[in-house]
């Protein structure tokens, strides 16, 4: 069990700039979300997928933003026109829910992603 | 909307000293209730969470954290604290239906002084 992985771990990019970012989750894990975290904040949740499907997205999640999950395991998320304002660490966690008792319930987060945006 | 307050921003505790961080939580129902931690360059580590019975949770690295709901908090202790427990904390709920979001607190930052 390698963890959740994130790549890559620092992005510098100039405004108007399209940037991808890829998440590996925990082999097992069915789940996978997608975090922002600004300087000063906790994290604020983005979106989430259950295998390949896209069931939650917060209003954060403006349409430059997109998210995908293909095969039910690594996501991307996607930022076009980068602006300076989505400099940002982004998180990815993922979980997997053996059964319905939300005692297994546990996320589990990645290093993130830097993103800067100059 | 669910929102989670962290009232201290920054707590700065002595070595060996014990350790409160506050939590207040605004929801319509319960929620689920957690503490994570985030070290530099470290990803948000779980250290405890409430579901329902025992209002007293015990988590990981000699963590405690007592929910009440007549206060709406969720406070994490830890009797004495070690040099390594500097870092971030946040406390974070989500719902009890199906939603998977998780509201996490703007945290407090842990400094231990020698």
């Known amino acids: 069990d390698t963890g959740v992985s994130q790549d890559p771990r620092h992005k510098i990019t100039k405004r108007g700039q399209n940037v991808t970012f890829r998440c590996d989750p925990i082999?097992?894990?069915?789940?996978l979300y997608w975090y922002r975290q600004t300087l000063g904040q906790g994290p604020e949740f983005l979106t989430y997928?259950?295998?390949?499907?896209?069931?939650?997205k917060s209003r954060l999640l403006s349409d430059r933003f997109s998210a995908e999950r293909p095969k039910g395991s690594f996501s991307t998320l996607e930022i076009q026109r980068t602006e300076q304002g989505d400099s940002a660490m982004y998180l990815c966690?993922?979980?997997?829910?053996?059964?319905?008792?939300?005692?297994?319930?546990?996320?589990?987060f990645g290093p993130g992603t830097r993103l800067t945006v100059t | 909307a669910q929102s989670v307050t962290q009232p201290d921003i920054h707590i700065t505790v002595s070595e060996g000293a014990s350790l409160e961080l506050r939590c207040n939580y605004s929801?319509?129902?319960?929620?689920?209730l957690f503490w994570y931690v985030q070290s530099p360059g470290q990803g948000l580590q779980l250290l405890l969470k409430?579901?329902?019975?025992?209002?007293l949770v015990q988590g990981i690295k000699g963590f405690e954290a007592e929910f009440k709901r007549s206060q709406s908090s969720f406070n994490l202790r830890k009797p004495s604290v070690h040099w390594s427990d500097a870092a971030e904390y946040f406390c974070a709920v989500k719902s009890r239906g199906g939603y998977q979001k998780v509201t996490f607190g703007t945290g407090t930052k842990l400094q231990v002084i020698p």
């Open positions: 082999s097992e894990h069915n789940r």
């Open positions: 409430y579901f329902s019975g025992d209002t």
């Open positions: 966690a993922s979980s997997f829910l053996l059964t319905r008792d939300p005692r297994d319930y546990e996320q589990y």
């Open positions: 929801y319509g129902a319960t929620p689920y």
């Open positions: 997928f259950q295998n390949e499907a896209q069931l939650e």
